[in-house]
């Protein structure tokens, strides 16, 4: 079942004119002035636009960067592919990946086979056990234990969602934690939270959300940074990121009052709902940086596939009034994968005292 992008917007909107009064996008100075939308410029709003109301500020001349996971990605598997090659003349070894999959999730199967192919598209061995759904916890147990004591896996991924009859936590406690790829054992993410302990590995998708802001020359030291969402792979790791790197981060959840006037605070934002364009331009302070984790699935008659993806924010009007944006698709996504390259390199370099 998909959600509409309209009916995720049915709060209503207040109207906010932005007139940058100084040329720089960093400025401070921008008058607000709440106005009343005709039905003429109703008609005329962004794909984001609930039926009453529209954000003007989106008339501005003034766009965003595009941060580009994509191009980002493609960067960092090169510069991984480079060091693969690297470690194998001098080791003869090359980093193993395992991945489990239980079930018969088409998604998960996607996911499964874009990670095989970006492993093989760097030069990283991938092992792959695919279960069937109705398959025992001790037998994914099993594998997971003859996957920890096999030096040629470096890292293990168990795909996640497992079906109902699995304890998940079980299963994700059992892989080791030189073999975490994905970051998900309560040991790194204890280390993560405690000053002056460093995890083995981090988390991917919030790994790529810093990574960007890094290689977009973000700074992160002393900024406002809110993060929308607190689920344990994506919101709260990437909250304890932010505060490593300095930042003053603030968590926006669903229970959360006034999310909308702690978000405008933030000059970074990190949003990880699964609300499709639920952050608005009115939730935007002018010049912030926004990351957009979500992907969400809206219905669109004219997609050949009837839905298109859209992030948690409403793009058409953020881009306006940001200095610098994710898309969706396109921005967080690719970096994902490449961060799980990223991490399974950097488990084989240890497993193999490679600098
Ligand atoms: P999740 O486990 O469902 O967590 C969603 C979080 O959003 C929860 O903390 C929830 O708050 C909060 N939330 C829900 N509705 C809200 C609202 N109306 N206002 C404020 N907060 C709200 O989701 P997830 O796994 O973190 O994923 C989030 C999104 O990121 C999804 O769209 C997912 O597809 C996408 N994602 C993308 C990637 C990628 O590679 N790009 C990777 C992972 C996930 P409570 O804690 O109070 O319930």
């Not at 999730?105 to 996607?110: F, L």
């Not at 969402?229 to 304890?240: C, E, F």
């Not at 505060?243 to 003053?248: G, L, M, V």
Request: proline share 5%; with cysteine.
């Amino acid at each position: 079942m998909f959600s509409s992008a309209a009916d995720s917007c049915s709060r209503r909107v207040f109207l906010i004119t932005t007139l940058q009064v100084r040329p720089t996008r960093s400025s401070s100075a921008f008058l607000r002035t709440s106005i009343t939308v005709s039905s003429h410029a109703r008609t005329s709003a962004s794909p984001c636009s609930s039926s009453s109301v529209v954000n003007a500020a989106m008339a501005a001349e003034t766009s965003a960067k595009v941060i580009d996971g994509k191009s980002v990605a493609k960067v960092i598997r090169e510069e991984i592919a480079t060091e693969i090659s690297r470690m194998k003349e001098s080791t003869g070894v090359v980093p193993g990946l395992a991945v489990i999959l239980v079930g018969d999730r088409k998604d998960s199967a996607t996911y499964v086979r874009n990670k095989k192919k970006a492993c093989e598209s760097v030069g990283i061995k991938s092992y792959e056990v695919c279960l069937a759904e109705d398959s025992s916890e001790q037998e994914v147990l099993k594998y997971i234990s003859s996957f920890n004591d096999d030096p040629s896996v470096n890292g293990i991924l168990v795909q996640l969602p497992l079906p109902s009859h699995m304890n998940e936590q079980n299963i994700l406690n059992a892989v080791c934690i030189e073999k975490d790829v994905d970051g998900f054992n309560p040991l790194n993410i204890g280390r993560l939270a405690m000053r002056d302990r460093e995890p083995l590995f981090v988390p991917c998708t919030p790994k790529g959300c810093i990574e960007l802001l890094h290689r977009y020359g973000v700074s992160i030291k002393g900024k406002r940074a809110v993060v929308i969402g607190r689920s344990n792979i994506v919101g709260m790791p990437a909250a304890l990121l932010l505060q490593r790197e300095d930042a003053t981060v603030s968590i926006v959840h669903s229970r959360t009052k006034n999310p909308e006037e702690i978000t405008r605070e933030a000059d970074i934002v990190i949003s990880a709902v699964g609300q499709p364009n639920m952050v608005r331009g009115s939730w935007i302070k002018p010049g912030s940086v926004i990351i957009d984790v979500g992907i969400n699935p809206v219905e669109d008659a004219k997609s050949p596939r009837g839905y298109r993806l859209v992030g948690d924010v409403c793009y058409e009007e953020a881009s306006k009034i940001a200095s610098a944006i994710t898309p969706v698709p396109g921005g967080v996504g690719p970096m994902t994968i490449a961060m799980l390259l990223s991490n399974t390199l950097a488990a084989a370099k240890r497993a193999n005292s490679f600098e």
